[in-house]
């Protein structure tokens, strides 16, 4: 299991990466902003998360496995950007793969997130929990918007910071109130996470609007 | 006095969670992007103000009374977000209405976010006071802003952080070189900035430009 | 070389401020707009330091010399804001000393971040003394874009945080491999830098784009 996690964390940076470095260049931000991008997509949500626990320096600054990775993809992006933008026009599988790639991203940043916060001692803040999940699943996402003077996507995009915090939300009350392994509650609440988003999508479900 | 600050202080949470939604609402965000941009309006101040003081998680964090009532106060605005913005057009007196609350949530956080900071034992360093409390005032503000793409209003409005600052100051004078009860301390400043802002709004003062 | 160190350090706060200041007479901010970017273009970079590294609070808050002078800048620029206006059209000096000044604080600022980070003991991180060095240096302007709402320049601007990384890397392998002394080792990465940002600046170098 945990072998799968870090492939799926691993998969799910290198998927977050490339969204920050493909907005990027559709900005026509140059090979270093482009890469800076990239990795503040990827791995700004855990900064963000780290700073709000007071676990300082942030984890990424100790573990350089997620930066080699978001890097990497970054530039591998960078240099296949123009053959991408050209089969982006005319396939939908690119689009589907990048779906399926964020999806990914977003249930594993959104359980890792939370088991960091239960690890460092509070379990028993349930909403600080979910919290800290949606942050690390969302945070490099809105600070990727923010720097490219975009109204971040995660406030009109088809329930994406909502899958995070249903899925969150489930993965607690297995944990508080019910006897399944550890495993198996993760496993139930990325699927859920995964379910939730892929059906908003596809159905095109919106959250309601005021006016 | 407790309880009254204790009133006020949701008063003034519940002020800047509907500034935050209608200022939401205005951009065509949905349910959970009103409320979360509420909730960043109401809560943000104080988050800035616990990061920048070591206090982790932030007090948000630690106390759910304030995020149920800005919630609860989002929420609200959303629903009746259809007549409020009819009403608005027809009737000065809900402008008026939105005036206090919001002035008086700035009175009430900036005096907090002060003894927030001194009880954390920085009085002897009185810029650093004043300057988390106007973080407190006004931080929640620049956050919405920064996420709706708007040049901050507190860089543009009638005296509104400079508002803060005169009271943060009087409230620092009062505490050093008077010997008046922390009430009356507490009541005078929060007046000052009361009055500051209503004045600067009903003449219009605008501070200097440079060109 | 402290003293020399210091009063560079004083000469870039200035600058940085000026250049924060300039940003916002442009964009029509008042008084207090004009400075309170000024101060987060000056000092910026070094809170977003201190909050990464957990030195909570902020250095600034501590020793507000540089906190005066970059006060006492921003006002000298937003009183001249008008005859310098008139001779930044008329005259290609000002923009010269402007960009030397600013390069200067580019250089102090990144050696001065790494040099508090090693300090904190991170000399085995070489990574993260850089990317902190980084972070001193050009964090500031990447705040004042994002209050102005502009696209960080960093992201476009000619090999600007590039000077700063390849200046940090440099003076990592002198502090690491070499016996230079710490006065050789600063002196010879600060003009690195301002080396290769004056060459980049001069030739027009452009990072590459993708498209």
Redesign the interface.
């Known amino acids: 299991m945990d072998h799968l996690i870090l492939i799926l964390e691993l998969f799910g940076t290198a998927a977050f990466s490339v969204s920050g470095a493909m907005a ?2 559709h ?8 890469i ?2 990239a990795c503040i997509t990827a791995l700004g949500g855990g ?1 963000l998360r780290d ?4 676990i ?3 984890k990424m ?2 573990n ?1 496995l997620y ?1 080699a990775v978001a890097g990497a993809a970054a530039l591998i992006t ?2 296949l ?2 053959p991408v ?1 050209e089969a982006e026009k005319n396939s939908r599988s690119i689009f589907i793969a990048g779906f399926i790639f964020d999806t990914a991203g977003l249930c594993v940043f959104t359980i890792i997130g939370m088991n960091i916060a239960i690890s460092s001692g ?1 379990f028993s ?1 349930p ?2 929990v979910v ?1 800290l999940g949606m942050t690390t699943g969302c945070g490099g996402g ?1 600070l990727r918007d ?7 996507l ?3 995009k088809h ?1 994406y ?2 899958a995070s915090i249903l899925g969150g939300i489930i993965y607690m009350l297995l944990l508080s109130l019910t006897s399944v392994s550890d495993t198996a509650a993760i496993a139930i609440s990325m699927g859920a996470i995964f379910l939730i988003r892929s059906l908003a999508a596809y159905f095109r479900w ?6």
């Open positions: 990027a260049i900005r026509k931000l140059d090979l270093f902003g482009v800076f991008c900064v700073m709000l626990l007071g300082l320096p942030p600054f100790t350089y930066l960078f240099l950007a123009k933008i509070y803040n909403f600080f919290f809105i923010i720097l490219l003077r975009r109204i971040p995660v406030f009109s329930v910071a909502v919106n959250l309601p609007k005021a006016v």
